[in-house]
């Protein structure tokens, strides 16, 4: 038998994406940068950080000033590059730095007049809108007198880019002359040259050279103007970018199938860990060493910690077991209400054996692709076997060991495959490999029969509510963790909590705890406790909640005609306490609270129970000529313990010591949704009919008795008005003695209504409340 491991660090969460502490998925950055770069390979060329980047305007100002170097092709030649696949041709190359000029005493110049022949088109473009033209008669050659010297269209525009002809220049302006039999039109004028031009040079005092640069131009805006003043000038290439084309048209597509491939991969990974790893089980291993849970921690449940040990026991050492031919059972069954410790129970076993402890659920065998829930089974019967001994713990088993053939799936639905597979599994290994197969529901009756049989799960251990000392040593386990006032009593909490769970007296504590750190105490009392066992209980109070002097008056005569039956009958639970203040979803509320555990209703208790519920109606007609919905919740109480009574307990003398029904278990609808009655027509009415006389019978006792003591319910609603809540010491008082004799302390009370015997104007038809609609005052108590 190999050794347990130790001190192993626990393995990463599969549930959790990869990524570091904080969430940061690594997988889905990497994703998008990948898409970032091929866009990048696509649509962006490499730049040259060392040209300059300029307009095309810049560009054709720097040409004419004769910056741009032309004249060297092989070192630095002129180049214009157009791609088959861009509208863009890229001019790149380089430009000498403008030459600057000397001051004005330094300079030295020339004037002269000039002419030069433009077409209609280029006086536009070169001087704008702006300037007029001048019709003339003679010839155009010569319009003035004197000597003109003619230019070029190149010379002029370099003087009007170097500012020799100044545009605004009022002495010397421009003139545009035409004629009308000619279409060339004549520009005459005067301009500046100055002839010591000062070339820049550097703080060394040497020249500075030409640097490159690049221009982007559109082809087709400026293609033809482009061709015609870099003829001659520029070297053309031209490249066809088959990369970019490709990506261009398939890109689009790759990017949407890399996003489905990419949900696709995660909803398989959220599904089953991966692509790769779909049918791996999600069990979980918990190491013992920092979370170590033991038969210290689990209180409560003694005889179910009893059964259990022998396994313990087992996988300490199993050879005391096997020598004697006997042999573990394979599996366990832990059977509870929710909040037992069922879970906290196979936990400590693990921790007891000190081994390997697997915990998954029954929902994650079960997913929507067919065969994964049973490809994980196999799975984690092999992890199982890879680290025996240990435990393997599957919560909520009913959710994949569901009764097979029942409901709408047929017989070869997911989960169905799921179960014949734990099923061959737990049939194929033998206990003497060291594993222990632990399984938790709340509802057996649904699971099916041949996961039950002896060979599979051998043994079922119910995981009951605990009992009064159950529940004292829970609360003491609990309340180590909080601060406890030093006289507190735990087993009065204990004998005021019968029927909770586990889980129930862990919310009370907690619950007390924060109750008490609400009002700034420096310890946890027993007042607290109880406040808090009657939140868990019966809900919190809503003293916020607006009510009505005509509402608090029914109510307190409500939970008075409760409470006083309650008091005066024999066979009822002790009274705890009746309030009106509004607590959980009722107005008001009478409590009770049974002197122990309860495991089975006497017929006496029963009736009382029935009389005491009546007591509610009753009493409002006492102040009142007309009744509310206040007791909807009564009749619903009565009515469900008569039915009881006369189904299911045989109390009836007429029907006798006879079943109609199926028991109080949980409806499994797919099992239970075509049964049929199993008694006639003719039983079904002499059922009703005695449901309906234990009820009425049970309301003519509760009328005789308030009628017979009304002046004390009106005494106990009248108290209920000043204090509101009121205990069972001081009700004895106004019973025995007609007033409380130590009444309860009310630092506020609330203002009492002028004339309590008043009867309250009759309601209108459309103001009624539906019987359903708001809470239920009348709630005699949560039962045990």
């Given at each position: 038998?190999?050794?347990?491991p130790k001190n192993t660090p626990p393995p990463a969460n599969p549930k959790r994406p990869s990524g570091d502490g904080n969430g940061f998925n690594w997988r889905v950055f990497a994703l998008f940068s990948l898409a970032i770069l091929i866009l990048g390979i696509a649509f962006l060329k490499p730049l040259d950080t060392k040209a300059t980047s300029m307009s095309y305007s810049e560009f054709r100002t720097a040409l004419d000033q004769e910056r741009i170097v032309t004249d060297k092709p092989s070192e630095q030649p002129l180049k214009v590059v157009t791609s088959d696949s861009a509208y863009d041709a890229k001019i790149t190359g380089f430009i000498k730095p403008a030459l600057e000029k ?46 003109l010297k003619p230019l070029s269209v190149a010379e002029f525009r370099k003087s009007i880019a170097l500012g020799e002809v100044g545009l605004g220049d009022t002495e010397n302006s421009l003139r545009v002359l035409s004629n009308p039999t000619n279409e060339k039109l004549v520009v005459v004028g005067t301009r500046k040259v100055i002839t010591n031009m000062l070339v820049p040079k550097d703080a060394d005092g040497k020249v500075i050279p030409a640097t490159p640069f690049s221009v982007t131009v559109s082809t087709t805006i400026l293609g033809s103007e482009l061709q015609s003043l870099l003829k001659g000038k520029a070297q053309y290439e031209r490249k066809s970018d088959y990369l970019g ?540």
């Open positions: 038998m190999s050794e347990s000397p001051s004005e005493s330094e300079q030295q110049f020339r004037q002269e007049d000039f002419s030069v022949i433009l077409s209609a088109e280029e006086v536009t473009e070169i001087l704008g809108d702006s300037i007029a033209v001048e019709q003339i008669s003679g010839a155009v050659e010569a319009p003035v007198d004197g000597a084309k490709a990506l261009f048209t398939f890109l689009p597509f790759l990017l949407i199938i890399l996003l489905l491939f990419f949900l696709f991969r995660q909803q398989m990974k959220s599904a089953g860990r991966g692509a790769m790893s779909f049918g791996k089980s999600k069990a979980r291993l918990l190491t013992m060493d920092r979370n170590k849970v033991t038969f210290k921690d689990v209180a409560g449940i003694q005889e179910a910690k009893e059964e259990l040990f022998e396994i313990v026991d087992f996988l300490r050492d199993p050879k005391k077991f096997q020598k004697l031919g006997g042999s573990i059972p394979k599996g366990v069954l832990m059977v509870g209400s929710p909040g037992t410790g069922k879970t906290l129970l196979a936990r400590a076993i693990a921790g007891e054996a000190d081994v390997p402890f697997f915990s998954i659920s029954g929902s994650d065998f079960v997913e929507m692709f067919v065969g994964v829930g049973a490809s994980r089974v196999r799975d984690m019967f092999e992890q199982g076997k890879k680290n025996a001994p240990c435990l393997i713990f599957i919560d909520e088993i009913d959710a994949v060991g569901r009764h097979r053939g029942h409901g709408m799936g047929g017989g070869h639905d997911e989960r169905e495959q799921t179960l014949n597979q734990l099923l061959v599994e737990m049939d194929g290994f033998d206990t003497q490999e060291g594993v222990i197969i632990i399984a938790a529901t709340n509802r057996p009756d649904v699971l099916d029969p041949a996961l039950l049989r002896p060979g599979r799960f051998d043994r079922q251990v119910t995981v009951s509510l605990p009992d009064v000392n159950g529940r004292e040593e829970i609360l003491r386990v609990h309340v180590k963790k909080i601060k406890l006032a030093a006289n507190t009593d735990l087993a009065t909490i204990a004998r005021g909590t019968p029927g909770f769970s586990g889980a129930e007296l862990a919310n009370l504590v907690n619950e007390a705890a924060l109750l008490a750190a609400r009002k700034g105490m420096t310890s946890v009392t027993i007042a607290e406790m109880e406040e808090a066992r009657d939140k868990v209980r019966w809900g919190r109070e809503r003293r916020s909640l607006a009510m009505s002097d005509k509402e608090k008056i029914g109510t307190a005569w409500h939970e008075a005609g409760h409470a006083y039956l309650n008091m005066i009958l024999p066979h009822t639970h002790p009274l705890h306490k009746v309030t009106i203040i509004p607590r959980g979803p009722y107005l008001g509320a009478t409590m009770y609270l049974p002197d122990g555990d309860q495991y089975s209703t006497q017929k006496k208790e029963a009736l009382a129970n029935l009389i005491v519920t009546m007591g509610g109606r009753i009493a409002e007609a006492f102040h009142s000529d007309d009744v509310s919905n206040g007791a909807s919740g009564d009749i619903r109480q009565a009515t469900s313990l008569a039915r009881n009574m006369v189904c299911e307990w045989g109390m009836s003398d007429e029907l006798g010591m006879v079943e109609y029904g199926e028991g109080d278990s949980p409806v499994f609808l797919a099992r239970d949704m075509n049964k049929s009655r199993n008694y006639s027509e003719e039983t079904a009415r002499v059922i009703d009919g005695e449901i309906k006389k234990f009820i009425d019978n049970a309301f003519e006792e509760a009328t005789r008795l308030l009628n017979e003591n009304k002046d004390v319910v009106e005494k106990i609603a009248l108290a209920l008005l000043e204090f509101e809540t009121l205990d069972a010491k001081h009700l004895q008082d106004i019973i025995d003695f007609g007033e409380m004799k130590n009444p309860p302390s009310a630092p506020t009370p609330p203002p009492i209504p002028d004339d309590l015997s008043k009867k309250p104007v009759t309601k209108k038809p459309e103001e009624d409340k539906p019987e359903d609609d708001g809470p239920m005052p009348g709630v005699v108590g949560a039962p045990a």
